[in-house]
């Protein structure tokens, strides 16, 4: 399997085409695709990999497993959370921020004499 297939086929794993994916790695939109056939640069690489939640040596094929990470920080206005594979809604990505801020405000109160 070469990089663009695995890009492909990560991808397709999180509802992206090759155009989405490449326009939220701020790439070119058809750099992608010309990966068929010429080596990626290591920036653009590192950028899609970055979308993908994987690491460059998956994509390059030098190690088997995709490496997801299994942590995500929602405090990230960028990240994308999923729940069994699909996006989960902003509405509810805000929801968990907002119980997160407010057990961290709780956690840090004094108490009162």
């Known amino acids: 399997m070469n990089v663009y297939s695995r890009i492909f086929d990560t991808a397709k794993k999180h509802g992206m085409s090759i ?42 094929g030098q190690e088997k497993g995709s490496n997801k990470k299994d942590c995500l920080d929602i405090a990230n206005k960028n990240a994308q959370l999923l729940y069994e594979g699909q996006h989960v809604p902003e509405k509810y990505v805000n929801m968990l921020r907002f119980i997160m801020e407010e057990d961290r405000a709780e956690k840090t109160k004094t108490p009162e004499n």
């Open 19 to 60: 155009k989405e994916l490449a326009r939220k790695a701020q790439i070119g939109e058809n750099s992608i695709y010309r990966w068929k056939t010429i080596k990626p640069s290591t920036q653009s690489l590192t950028k899609v990999a970055r979308e993908l939640h994987v690491s460059t040596d998956y994509l390059l």
